[in-house]
């Protein structure tokens, strides 16, 4: 069975910081890694996702995230974040060849202050 | 733009009442899921389906049941609605493969008194 584990509930942070929002996940098979967002009142988009090829991945509006299969991690990164950013953030696992069950983590709130 | 529907945005329903909760997707993709989203807890599956008359349970499927009699529509069905099962429900599809790609609806609020 896959677990995912978001390190923080909720981050606070100023217009144009950095931010990283934490994701360790546990398995004992392959998994591939996936971030996702939901903004106020609506579904999940996909940010980012990691299949196979260089740990480092790139999203959409600027977010990437590093594959650290040593520490089992999944971390979330935005150079410079915008009041659009505000959203809850959710990392997912779904085992490698599996029956495509995506696993989640608690959920990471997202707070842009200006 | 490809899309996965959920009927209803908000819902209330009395103790005791059965429910339907309806979800249709435009993409011919081979899988379907319900999700139940709760603060704190992120989302948990509650049951899929990879083909038509095909479903498998979830990690919480306790209260619930599901229907798929065609390929495009995933009905999650809760037989005596009890307060616990107020949430957010989320629907998602994906066209099984390599792809991995998922999409998810707008996601149902059910409010159960």
């Known amino acids: 069975a896959q677990s995912v584990t978001q390190l923080d509930s909720q981050v606070p942070v100023f217009e144009e910081a950095p931010v990283e929002l934490r994701c360790n996940y546990s398995?004992?098979?392959?998994?591939?890694l996936f971030w996702y967002v939901q903004y106020p009142n609506q579904g999940l988009q996909l940010l980012l996702k990691?299949?196979?090829?260089?740990?480092l991945v790139k999203g959409i509006n600027g977010f990437e995230a590093e594959f650290n299969k040593s520490q089992t991690s999944f971390h979330l990164r935005k150079p410079s974040v915008h009041i659009s950013d505000t959203a809850e953030y959710f990392c997912?696992?779904?085992?490698?060849?599996?029956?495509?069950?995506?696993?989640f983590g608690q959920g990471t709130r997202l707070t842009i202050n200006p | 733009d490809v899309k996965v529907t959920q009927s209803s945005r908000y819902l209330v329903k009395r103790t005791g009442e059965k429910v339907f909760l309806e979800c249709v997707q435009d993409?011919?993709?081979?899988?379907m899921f319900w999700y139940r989203q709760d603060p704190g807890l992120g989302l948990r599956l509650i049951y899929f389906?990879?083909?038509?008359?095909?479903?498998e349970k979830g990690d919480i499927p306790e209260g619930y049941s599901v229907s798929r009699e065609k390929k495009e529509r995933f009905s999650l069905i809760l037989e005596s609605a009890s307060t616990n099962q107020t949430s957010m429900y989320l629907c998602?599809?994906?066209?099984?493969?390599?792809?991995?790609?998922?999409?998810f609806g707008s996601g149902t609020r059910l409010t159960v008194v």
């Open positions: 998602a599809s994906s066209e099984g493969g390599q792809n991995y790609g998922y999409t």
């Open positions: 398995s004992s098979v392959s998994v591939y």
């Open positions: 990691y299949l196979s090829g260089s740990t």
């Open positions: 997912a696992v779904t085992p490698r060849g599996g029956a495509q069950k995506l696993v």
């Open positions: 993409m011919d993709h081979e899988n």
């Open positions: 389906s990879y083909d038509v008359k095909m479903k």
